[in-house]
């Protein structure tokens, strides 16, 4: 019998297989699944040995599109619930990942997205729903009173007057006089207590979202975390590359959000490299995608995210906004800022995606504790 491999790993296998070039099929933000599975299974079909074969049937499009999609679409939504509820099934990609030595690209990028699942989770229990408030109770009627039925009673005879013993006046005791009793003031009576009111569903999502882009919550997080091994080899040419284009070189922990300092993390959307590009915006900024890709050059691909990072720091005049605008897309970010006519990143945080809202923080928390800096003043 076949054996099914974890669509974890097959959907791996299509994107990195020898001899496919990830611009046939990887030109926008979201994957063409029935194509991936479609060049996977040639690829398979052309390389694996006949033993290999027998032993494995290659997944479906339906069975990649069914693991990847519900996390993609959970990060790019607005609710924090539904990143949640994909809490296990990530964990068990990850795990599956992990268990592959090639896959470790698509592993590390998936890992430094489950901060946001966990923290989504986190956050119902920190920031419960209110309880539904218990109908008042039915009273039962109570039957009206009839009066009972009087009996007649037989007319009274007078009885016959004895002859009284005549009585002679007792000499009276002088009485003080009456004093009146002074009155104890009856107690007052206690109002009873006001129930208390339960947050509305409104209060309540905006109280999520508040925790959730909190950076002291980040921080708490974060705090004892050791910073990525890779990291230390990497930083002084990746802060030197910053520098050179005028972005403030604390900014390069950015990478740790992004990719765990992975220069060959993957994303399932075809994202690349330590600051993870898509192939169209790679191009944008000079990054090329064959005979070799570049997005796998640590050093070039943090040239190119510092460009981005200027670029989007010009237009949105901060640093949260800008970062916002390269994890979710600066038409989205200018769009929102036009339709609500805010100004900052806490004026439109709600109306962005749910990794947006953690994306920040993390990264403002990141850069405070490797860095001791805020992104607010860089």
Request: aromatic fraction near 6%; charged fraction near 20%; glycine fraction near 4%.
């Amino acid at each position: 019998m076949k054996t099914i491999r974890s669509s974890a790993i097959a959907t791996a296998v299509l994107v990195l297989a020898p001899g496919v070039s990830a611009p046939a099929f990887l030109q926008d933000w979201e994957l063409d699944y029935e194509r991936m599975a479609d060049t996977g299974q040639a690829v398979f079909d052309r390389v694996a040995p006949e033993s290999v074969r027998d032993r494995y049937e290659f997944i479906s499009a339906a069975d990649v599109a069914g693991l990847f999609a519900p996390l993609q679409a959970a990060l790019n939504g607005e609710s924090l619930e539904s990143l949640a509820a994909y809490g296990p099934q990530a964990r068990q990609t990850l795990a599956r990942l992990r268990a592959d030595p090639d896959r470790q690209g698509y592993a590390d990028w998936l890992e430094a997205r489950m901060d946001y699942i966990d923290m989504a989770a986190e956050v119902e229990r920190a920031v419960p729903a209110p309880k539904p408030a218990l109908p008042p109770h039915p009273t039962t009627p109570q039957p009206a009173l009839i009066p009972h039925p009087t009996t007649p009673q037989p007319p009274l005879i007078p009885h016959p007057k004895e002859p009284q013993p005549k009585l002679v006046p007792h000499p009276s005791t002088p009485q003080p006089p009456l004093v009146p009793h002074p009155k104890e003031p009856a107690p007052a009576a206690r109002p009873a207590p006001a129930p208390k009111a339960e947050p509305a569903p409104a209060d309540v999502a905006q109280a999520r979202n508040r925790y959730v882009e909190s950076k002291q919550v980040w921080l708490r997080k974060l705090a004892n975390r050791p910073a990525p091994a890779r990291s230390a080899a990497l930083l002084p040419d990746l802060k030197r590359a910053f520098q050179a284009e005028g972005v403030p070189a604390a900014l390069v922990w950015q990478a740790e959000a992004e990719s765990t300092f992975n220069p060959a993390a993957r994303s399932p959307a075809g994202a690349v490299g330590l600051y993870q590009f898509m192939p169209a915006t790679a191009q944008q900024f000079g990054l090329s995608l064959t005979p070799q890709d570049e997005r796998l050059d640590a050093l070039k691909n943090a040239r190119a995210a510092a460009k981005y990072l200027k670029l989007l720091h010009r237009r949105f005049g901060d640093w949260p906004l800008a970062l916002a605008a390269y994890n979710c897309g600066q038409g989205r970010v200018a769009g929102v800022l036009g339709k609500t006519g805010g100004r900052t990143f806490d004026d439109i945080h709600d109306k962005l995606p749910a990794e947006t809202r953690m994306y920040v923080p993390k990264i403002a928390a990141l850069v405070q504790l490797r860095e001791n800096a805020d992104i607010e003043r860089l």
